[in-house]
């Protein structure tokens, strides 16, 4: 891998790392195995790959969630010995407090971090129009919809400024129409600013869309990073028409064709372990 220099080190640098897990029947499971990733400050990087493979591991072995048993993790050149305090975390599952409203919830991580909650409040308004919700800020979670929802996680994430975006397929429960309009939304607010981002999806075409970078990880256990490929398409980006490019069916053919493989592996090893199941 090549190695970032003194004056622009990589914003996140997974090197030979390996997670292992112990079982209660004093196996040990080893989840990823060796995996070298380097994400420059600025670079918007997906990974793919089949379920179970540890797209979920990498991300928390960089947000410093998992210590890796061998290998190394450095982000912005630095040795990460414990939590990332440069990232932000997006997860899959929702990250509201019910009983807060949505400029509270926004607002919440800046009080917590010893913000006025005045000018907490303040600075919450500001991304509540930012993601096109300026007049929900006295709604309720259960009185958004699921789309609303993502926007205020989105907003809760990007209001303490991190210089990296983690994102746990941050828009998988949501319906495909919605997804789009989601993935524009994050493109029009990274674009403002480039952070780094690590985003995790099972859907390739999300990927391509998003993405500067697409990796592939093979499938599981000991699983490995057996892909990395540079989308060259244009910015900025409509992801309702990139899909329409010949240059991004070009690449999905190309991705896929290693992909495939993966995910019917998945597919057979989560099978047999299903049938041996008691």
């Known amino acids: 891998m090549q190695a970032g220099t003194a004056a622009t080190p990589w914003a996140v640098e997974l090197d030979d790392a390996t997670v292992a897990f112990h079982l209660a029947d004093a196996r040990v499971y080893t ?5 070298n990733l380097a994400v420059k400050d600025g670079e918007f990087v997906a990974i793919v790959g089949p379920t179970g493979c540890g797209k979920s591991t990498l991300l928390n072995i960089a947000a410093g969630l ?3 048993a061998g290998g190394a993790v450095r982000i912005f050149g630095q040795p990460l010995t414990g939590l990332n305090r440069d990232a932000g975390y997006l997860f899959q599952a929702e990250a509201l ?10 607002a919440i991580g800046l009080e917590i971090a010893g913000v006025r909650q005045a000018d907490a409040r303040q600075r919450a308004e500001g991304w509540l129009a930012s993601v096109g919700l300026g007049a929900f800020g006295n709604r309720y979670p259960h009185m958004l919809s699921g789309g609303q929802r993502k926007r205020i996680g989105l907003a809760q994430v990007l209001i303490r400024n991190p210089k990296i975006l ?7 429960p949501l319906d495909a129409q919605t997804r789009q ?3 524009n939304l994050l493109l029009e ?11 995790v999806t099972h859907d390739l075409e999300e990927a391509i ?3 500067d ?3 592939i990880m093979s499938a599981g256990p000991q699983a490995r990073i057996i892909g990395d490929w540079r989308v060259p398409l244009a910015r900025p980006r409509d992801i309702f028409e990139i899909r329409l490019e010949k240059e991004f069916h070009a690449l999905h053919r190309e991705i896929w064709s290693v992909l495939k493989d993966e995910v019917m592996k998945g597919y057979v090893q989560s099978s047999q372990v299903a049938g041996a199941a008691p």
């Open 166 to 172: 983690l994102m746990d397929e941050p828009f998988g």
């Open 66 to 68: 998992l210590r890796p």
């Open 181 to 183: 309009i989601m993935g």
């Open 189 to 199: 607010l990274w674009s403002a600013d480039r952070k780094a981002v690590l985003f």
């Open 213 to 215: 970078r697409v990796v």
């Open 97 to 106: 407090f019910p009983w807060k409203t949505a400029i509270e919830n926004i």
């Open 209 to 211: 869309a998003l993405a």
């Open 31 to 35: 989840a990823v195995e060796q995996a």
